[in-house]
């Protein structure tokens, strides 16, 4: 086991004194934001898919203080209804699949998204609750019409690079908790994984280590933070 850092903790530091700081803390990985919601402050994203010379000077700046990279961060909104935004939220995954191959890096951390209620709404709607039976409809839709056919494509995506892909059980998220994280693994395959974050479960009143039982082999990266 490796513990490490989200570097983007530390986007005050440009890359190598952040590094520093990181072996500072006696930790041995690090897990870089490529995109989407965590920035990509640390790692120059186009540069590096541009160029094997950058890559290995790259990874050669990492290496070199003993550390490894433990994952790529691309959190954002796939499935958003604003189109532009599941466009570019869809291009930083994708980027980031491409970039953990070529980086030797096995798993490329996300969010699942939220769609809207239906097609032609123009906000996210996150539903929690069967009843009243209009949320059923609701759900239905999110799942079979948006998340699934998505999430197989975008899957097989990164299965053919070799990725695996670490889904948070965030709120306001499809996939929130053990049952929903799990309900999309099963409809994907084992290429979706769970990023396991007990602090998001705490907000929901979820036991961490029972959870950790039933989700076993689908944790496939951890974040012991907040």
Not at 32 to 58: D, T, W
Request: charged share 20%.
């Amino acid at each position: 086991m490796r513990i490490g850092v989200v570097t983007v903790l530390f986007q005050d530091l440009p890359l190598e004194k952040m590094l520093d700081r990181v072996v500072s803390l006696e930790v041995s990985a690090v897990e870089l934001g490529v995109g989407g919601y965590p920035g990509s402050h640390h790692c120059p994203v186009e540069e590096l898919l541009g160029s094997e010379a950058k890559r290995q000077e790259y990874l050669e700046i990492i290496h070199s203080r003993g550390l490894i990279i433990s994952a790529l961060s691309a959190h954002h909104e796939p499935l958003s209804p604003d189109p532009e935004l599941a466009r570019a939220s869809d291009e930083v995954f994708r980027k980031a699949v491409l970039l953990a191959e070529l980086l030797g890096v096995p798993v490329v951390n996300a969010f699942v998204g939220c769609p809207a209620g239906k097609a032609g709404d123009t906000s996210p709607n996150w539903i929690t609750c069967p009843w009243p039976p209009y949320f059923l409809e609701m759900l239905d839709y999110q799942w079979n019409e948006v998340a699934i056919p998505y999430w197989t494509e975008a899957g097989k995506y990164a299965e053919d690079h070799g990725i695996r892909i670490g889904f948070e059980m965030h709120p306001g998220q499809l996939a929130y908790n053990v049952d929903t994280l799990l309900r999309l693994r099963e409809a994907v395959g084992p290429v979706i994984g769970c990023n396991f974050d007990p602090s998001h479960l705490f907000w929901n009143g979820v036991d961490p280590v029972a959870a950790i039982r039933e989700l076993g082999e689908a944790i496939v990266h951890v974040h012991g933070k907040d």
